[in-house]
T-cell receptor, first 111, second 114 residues
Framework: AQRVTQPEKLLSVFKGAPVELKCNYS??????LFWYVQYSRQRLQLLLR??SRESIKGFTADLNKGETSFHLKKPFAQEEDSAMYYC?????????????FGTGTQLKVEL | DAGITQSPRHKVTETGTPVTLRCHQT?????MYWYRQDPGHGLRLIHY???????DKGEVSDGYSVSRSKTEDFLLTLESATSSQTSVYFC?????????????FGSGTRLTVV
């Protein structure tokens, strides 16, 4: 069965400090991983897809199959980065693709 | 806009009453999903649909039913609401069964069962 683990419920950093939000996954197939962000009381928005290897809002994430990790990183935290971040694993079943989410990490950037 | 709307945005209901939440999309996407969001649990899949009248259960489907009579609408029904169903409910849509573009989410429905 697939599983996504985000070990930190809350991560507090100072503005300008580096950020790393941890995500580990368990999946027998070839993983397709995503990061979603949810700003206060807003809808979830797609932040990153591992397949595209893009950088959005200064965030990057590298898939490490050996460590089964997909950590989200940013070199210098901004106040507007404060939000809830979810790591998600896409898996395909007979009924189509599904996303399994981690429990989320609340990032708080302090001045 | 995102092409997906949920209604109502907020609802307070009494234990034991039926409740229906609506998700409406204008993207003509085949796949639609209902998730609930709870602190400490993240988002958990309730039900999903892979076409008109084609639905299946997710990991937390007990106490919920769904219907999809047309492409654009996906309804979630709590047959007899309980306090444990107090949550924020999100609908999501996806274009195809195996794409890598992720989901588009609605704004959520905050449901309180008293």
């Amino acid at each position: 069965a697939q599983r996504v683990t985000q070990p930190e419920k809350l991560l507090s950093v100072f503005k300008g400090a580096p950020v790393e939000l941890k995500c580990n996954y368990s999946y027998s197939g070839s993983p397709e991983l995503f990061w979603y962000v949810q700003y206060s009381r807003q809808r979830l928005q797609l932040l990153l897809r591992h397949i595209s290897r893009e950088s959005i809002k200064g965030f990057t994430a590298d898939l490490n199959k050996g460590e089964t990790s997909f950590h989200l990183k940013k070199p210098f935290a901004q106040e507007e980065d404060s939000a809830m971040y979810y790591c998600a694993l896409q898996h395909f079943t007979g009924g189509g693709n599904k996303l399994t989410f981690g429990t989320g990490t609340q990032l708080k950037v302090e001045l | 806009d995102a092409g997906i709307t949920q209604s109502p945005r907020h609802k307070v209901t009494e234990t034991g009453t039926p409740v229906t939440l609506r998700c409406h999309q204008t993207e003509n996407h085949r796949y639609m999903y209902w998730y609930r969001q709870d602190p400490g649990h993240g988002l958990r899949l309730i039900h999903y649909s892979y076409g008109v009248k084609d639905t299946d259960k997710g990991e937390v489907s007990d106490g919920y039913s769904v219907s999809r009579s047309k492409t654009e609408d996906f309804l979630l029904t709590l047959e007899s609401a309980t306090s444990s169903q107090t949550s924020v409910y999100f609908c999501a849509i996806s274009a195809s069964g195996a794409d890598n573009y992720g989901y588009t989410f609605g704004s959520g429905t905050r449901l309180t069962v008293v």
